[in-house]
């Protein structure tokens, strides 16, 4: 089934250690997204990807780090995790294009916890 | 700054018919989205608007109003099913996407 897969599904993490959220997506999308989803908050957007090999900032970068290297996959890096950054993370993908719109294919998310 | 509004939470019967509302402020405008999110899944994609007027999809409808930065999701013969939040987003005129905090919706039998 065409889609996008994130893994892990949930992760406890201790402060300062480093964490790669992985993406995977089979659509053949030109675009890939990270977001964050904190209660009472909407979807934050923390770097995106309009192609391979291009990356870009979102609305809350910090701590955060990215990587294109082919079209499938756009992983997430949490450097040195600290507590704020407990939060449910989507990746998502779009076929898109400037001028027009697509929507989001959302991933089923990352429960992550930082203690 | 770039804003959206939505109500945090509506209630409404199983076999009515609920309005959420949602108003955007954006730097240029490219359209409005609404997706819908159960609770501990993924967001998907309803809908979207770009020009004013009703978009009709089977039960639910969206409607826009680009004067007033204005839109609402009207979902009828609710279902228990339809528990669940409803984002709205707006693209701006660098195609991102500013999203609501979301509106939980209650369905009561």
């Known amino acids: 089934i065409a889609g996008i897969t994130q893994a892990p599904t949930s992760q406890i993490l201790a402060a300062g250690r480093r964490m790669t959220l992985r993406c995977t997506q089979d659509m053949r999308h030109n675009a890939m997204y990270w977001y964050r989803q904190d209660l009472g908050l909407g979807l934050r957007l923390i770097h995106y990807s309009n192609t391979a090999g291009t990356t870009g900032k979102g609305e809350v970068p910090d701590g955060y780090s990215v990587s294109r290297a082919n079209t499938d996959d756009f992983p997430l890096t949490l450097a040195s995790a600290v507590p704020s950054q407990t939060s449910v993370y989507f990746c998502?993908?779009?076929?898109?294009?400037?001028?027009?719109?697509?929507?989001?294919?959302f991933g089923n998310g990352t429960r992550l916890t930082v203690t | 700054g770039q804003n959206i509004d939505q109500p945090t939470e509506m209630t409404a019967t199983e076999g009515a018919i609920v309005q959420i509302n949602c108003t955007y402020q954006?730097?240029?405008?490219?359209?409005l989205f609404w997706y819908q999110q159960h609770a501990g899944e993924a967001p998907t994609f309803l809908s979207y608007?770009?020009l004013d007027g009703l978009e009709e999809k089977g039960r639910f409808s969206s409607f826009l109003s680009r004067s007033k930065g204005y839109s609402y999701l009207l979902l009828k013969e609710l279902q228990m099913k339809d528990s669940a939040s409803y984002l709205c987003a707006a693209m701006d005129s660098n195609y991102q996407l500013i999203w609501g905090a979301g509106t939980k919706l209650i369905i009561k039998p």
């Open positions: 998502a993908s779009s076929d898109h294009r400037d001028g027009g719109y697509s929507p989001l294919h």
């Open positions: 954006t730097s240029g405008f490219n359209g």
């Open positions: 608007n770009v």
